[in-house]
């Protein structure tokens, strides 16, 4: 959250979108570079005593398929989303007349939604699918998982960008599905881009 991220950068400002406002307390940090996630992640392990790390590309897609077969954790219907996810709907498409395709359901935001608003998926995690695009630890390479073990395989080579995934509030619903793979240049900033963290295993 906003908060969250504010403890480890006072200064920062997730800003607002055509007037929509994204800096609230417990909404989600955005304008955060892979590069700031990378040092976030790394201030917060020095705080606790433990080691936080963004998920990679095959972790973050186990999470947000929370042992599910269907295109999304709720099954295949985009139009469900509203219960589940904060996604580019009727709201966002009357707040800003955007002309793409929109989920035909109302999830009662324009913007960026407090985050566990919506109904957790079946590992209780929130906000998996919509919300905000994720930053993910593997550099994206269009042919990954067929060259790769499928096995929780670190894609470190392969282009100059990084993996985001899950779609943002902006996103129509071709993006809002636990397979769509995203690429995006590890110094940008925006206002659809955030991240989650993992706890791992190996402590400090």
């Keep these: 959250t906003n908060k969250q991220y504010k403890k480890y950068k ?13 800096n609230k307390e417990d909404q989600p940090a955005v304008y ?3 590069d700031d996630a990378k040092d ?3 201030w917060l392990s020095r ?3 433990q080691k936080f790390v963004l998920p990679t590309e095959a972790q973050w897609e186990y999470a947000a398929r929370a042992g599910t077969k269907t295109e999304r954790f709720w099954g295949d219907n985009p139009d469900d989303a509203c219960k589940y996810a904060n996604v580019h709907d009727q709201t966002s498409k009357k707040e800003f007349n955007w002309s793409r395709e929109e989920h035909k359901c109302n999830d009662g935001y324009a913007g960026t939604a407090p985050v566990g608003s919506f109904q957790a998926n079946s590992f ?3 906000d998996t699918l919509g919300n905000v695009w994720e930053w993910c630890e ?8 067929e060259k790769h073990e499928p096995n929780n395989p670190l894609i470190t080579t392969g282009s100059t960008y990084r993996v985001i995934r899950g779609g943002g509030w902006d996103s129509y619903p071709r993006f809002v599905h636990a397979a769509y793979r995203n ?14 963290l993992c706890l791992s295993q190996v402590q400090q």
Excluded: C, M
Aim: charge should be negative; glycine fraction near 6%.
């Design 47 to 49: 705080q606790n005593g």
């Design 124 to 126: 209780d995690l929130y």
């Design 40 to 42: 976030f992640a790394q």
């Design 183 to 196: 690429r995006i240049t590890a110094v940008n900033r925006n206002f659809i881009l955030g991240f989650r």
């Design 10 to 22: 006072p200064d920062h400002d997730s800003q607002d979108h055509k007037g929509v406002n994204l």
């Design 32 to 34: 955060v570079s892979w």
């Design 138 to 145: 593997d550099v994206y390479d269009e042919k990954a998982y």
